[in-house]
């Protein structure tokens, strides 16, 4: 099975700051990586589809790069309404999610 | 407007099994790929299983493989998840997910709200 670890567990942060978080594949997965984020009592909202390409209705400040085995989303603005949880998944083969990134305000 | 909207969840003693539904509208059901995405009580998404447009590649995580059997009715537009043998580690609210692919290989960009499953004697 394809492990997926993401890094930090949880970070603190201002609105107006630059945010990367980051997620290794434990095998080549090509770009079959998406991002989500989640609300506390929300179902989780596709952000980045395929590495680096952005679901319609994404605000651009959201952006995702890498391939192969390691990836990143960036935040480059932080908005209030940004702090959440964020979580990469691969679709290489059937999906695996990593752990999450919880996104607090300091 | 997309619609996915889960049932079945509900209180069932360890050993026990369990239906889950979901029933998807505005959209064209058989053209996509469709899951099973659980969340444990304050813990991380888990994938469950997932079913291609066609049935033809199906899915489970390890934890549930020959416990969980995932199905699908494109004539209803309904997608199941029939789970045997269950565990208090199984308690989880499972949400049902539409694939943006045919085959079990996109992101996840439609997700209903979730039922709520508890294992508990």
């Known amino acids: 099975d394809i492990q997926m670890t993401q890094s930090p567990s949880s970070l603190s942060a201002s609105v107006g700051d630059r945010v990367t978080i980051t997620c290794r594949a434990s095998q080549s997965i090509s770009n079959y990586l998406n991002w989500y984020q989640q609300k506390p009592g929300k179902a989780p909202n596709l952000l980045i589809y395929a590495a680096s390409s952005l679901q319609s209705g994404v605000p651009s400040r959201f952006s995702g790069s890498g391939s192969g085995t390691d990836f990143t989303l960036t935040i480059s603005s932080l908005h209030p309404e940004d702090f959440a949880t964020y979580y990469c998944q691969q679709s290489y083969r059937f999906l695996t999610f990593g752990g999450g990134t919880k996104v607090e305000i300091k | 407007e997309v619609q996915l909207v889960e049932s079945g969840g509900g209180l069932v003693q360890p050993g026990r099994s369990l239906r889950l539904s979901c029933a998807v509208s505005g959209l064209t059901f058989d053209d996509y790929a469709m899951h099973w995405v659980r969340q444990a009580p304050g813990k991380g998404l888990e994938w469950v299983s997932g079913?291609?447009?066609?049935?033809?590649?199906?899915g489970y995580a390890d934890s549930v493989k020959g416990r969980f059997i995932i199905s699908r009715d494109n004539a209803r537009n309904s997608l199941y998840l029939q789970m045997n043998s269950l565990r208090a580690e199984d308690t989880a609210l499972y949400y049902c997910?539409?694939?943006?692919?045919?085959?079990?290989?996109?992101?996840?960009?439609?997700w209903g709200q979730g039922t709520l499953v508890t294992v508990s004697s």
């Open positions: 079913i291609s447009w066609n049935r033809g590649s199906i």
């Open positions: 997910a539409k694939d943006r692919a045919t085959g079990i290989r996109g992101g996840l960009d439609y």
